[in-house]
């Protein structure tokens, strides 16, 4: 699932490669993808991209038309979505990719790119609005930690009282935006807290640990996408994790053996040594 800092970079590339260029033409191949009815696709044509930003885990890509209006085109990529870059878009409409082909936006100058879904269910979505917080999504996300509203103090008072395991409670969009199951497990072995322990019975150093690791671990992995180009964030993400999808792996740490526990439908990755005392979780 692509996270705050890979989404940050698309938005970051689609900025650099889509701003003063006019919308050509769009085309919603998977009537599902789009969750708004008007405006229309046809709507976008003839306005010009002012800029692309993340919004969690989603972007908003912001357009203007001559009257100066803005209509706003929110992507959230699901668990499998995400955007493929052509300096020349393809004319028709079969997929340039091995993923599903959910939407095409050609733009003036030739180029354009796809927003693709490679997962089982396509769950990428796209709404039109004139607002991102008429999205339901953006409107209840949470505090974000590459925000400048993220402190110890912040962090500390989502947690307070939580009774859900700390897993669990960072990759809940309403209360931290950006964070996936991934960086999860990451930030919980930077901070060496096991995955299973309720965020209410962290002690006070623990929380500031774990405020710590959640801000240096999604910071210092958005400044490592700096640049990547999108057919290469995921490999780079993958190549720099240090626990998830590493089981059966040395940790990086203590070398111990690194562990999966599967709880709910998912997994997590974590190291005895560093986060459960030596405890395995079952």
Same mark, same amino acid.
């Given at each position: ?6 989404? $940050? ?12 260029? !006019? ?18 696709? &046809? ?5 010009? %991209? ?35 870059? $052509? ?8 997929? &340039? ?28 979505? %796209? ?30 008072? %989502? ?29 919980? $072995? ?29 910071? !210092? ?10 057919? !290469?964030?995921? &490999? ?47």
């Amino acid at each position: 699932m692509p996270e705050s800092p890979e989404v $940050h970079e698309l938005a970051s590339f689609l900025t650099a490669h889509t701003t003063g260029r !006019e919308v050509r033409a769009v085309d919603v191949l998977l009537p599902k993808a789009l969750k708004t009815q008007h405006p229309m696709p &046809a709507d976008l044509v003839g306005r010009r %991209i002012t800029g692309v930003s993340r919004l969690g885990k989603m972007i908003d890509i912001a357009t203007t038309a001559a009257s100066g209006d803005t209509l706003h085109v929110i992507v959230h990529f699901g668990h499998d979505g995400w955007v493929l870059w $052509h300096d020349v878009a393809p004319e028709g409409l079969m997929r &340039a990719g091995e993923a599903t082909l959910m939407a095409r936006i050609r733009l003036s100058d030739g180029s354009g790119f796809d927003l693709t879904d490679a997962g089982q269910w396509k769950a990428l979505s %796209i709404h039109l609005v004139a607002n991102p917080a008429d999205v339901p999504a953006v409107a209840k996300l949470g505090l974000d930690p590459l925000g400048d509203e993220f402190d110890t103090a912040a962090f500390a008072g %989502i947690l307070a009282n939580r009774k859900k395991q700390i897993k669990a409670l960072l990759q809940d969009q309403t209360s931290f935006a950006g964070i996936g199951n991934a960086y999860s497990d990451e930030i919980l $072995h930077a901070a060496k807290i096991s995955p299973v322990t309720h965020a209410a019975s962290l002690s006070p150093d623990a929380v500031d640990r774990l405020a710590d690791a959640t801000r240096d671990v999604l910071a !210092e992995a958005t400044s490592a996408r700096r640049g990547v180009p999108p057919s !290469e964030l995921r &490999a780079t993400k993958h190549a720099a994790l240090r626990v998830h999808r590493k089981t059966g792996a040395a940790c990086p740490v203590c070398a111990d053996e690194i562990r999966e526990y599967t709880f709910s439908g998912a997994a997590a990755q974590y190291c005895p040594t560093c986060q459960t005392g030596g405890a395995l979780l079952a």
